[in-house]
């Protein structure tokens, strides 16, 4: 019998990578963490993993009178593409973020880092959007979906393995 919510479709140690690319935040929380501990049962002792989503410390930082350039672009497009409003406004880009797209919960560093660990992954690495000293992992995000930079912006990610 599989853990409640995941059908049984996999083996226990059958892989030896899983990648996850902006799917975890369409769960609860707790379905998120049973699927870190599903993707630590299926895969290999030594297996790894790669998980890329949204960082709500992305989403807070719109909120500064402070923004780069790159977070103003990103809150004007995002307004206008979203809200079909022209004046930008982190504050509705924030709100439209984390309730829109079938987002059920936005992580942070600690609590995906914690969700992980408890999920019996060790070797937890923060890398940057499309790169890993994997090579089977480099450059499998999609940044084309987006305007240049944008993906980046938005999206944190972390390595983890199976000992």
């Known amino acids: 019998m599989g853990m409640k919510g995941f ?11 899983i990648y996850s690319e902006h799917l ?7 379905q998120g963490r049973m699927m870190l ?12 993993i790669r998980i890329s989503t949204p960082d709500l410390r992305f989403l807070t930082d719109l909120l500064s009178h402070d923004r780069t350039e790159l977070q103003e672009r990103y809150v004007a497009w995002m307004s206008l593409k979203v809200e079909g409003d022209d004046v930008p406004n982190g504050v509705v880009v924030l709100n439209h973020f984390v309730r829109s797209w079938g ?56 390595e983890a393995q199976r000992v």
């Open 103 to 158: 987002h059920r919960f936005i992580y942070d560093d600690t609590v995906l880092c914690e969700a992980l660990s408890r999920a019996g992954f060790s070797g937890i690495v923060r890398c940057e959007v499309g790169r890993s000293a994997d090579p089977a992992f480099q450059g499998l995000e999609n940044e084309a979906r987006m305007p240049e930079g944008f993906l980046r912006l938005e999206s944190m990610v972390f």
């Open 7 to 17: 059908p049984v479709n996999f083996h226990t140690a059958m892989f030896d990578r």
């Open 37 to 48: 501990e599903e993707c630590f049962r299926v895969l290999k002792p030594g297996g790894r």
């Open 24 to 30: 975890i935040e369409h769960l609860t929380y707790p």
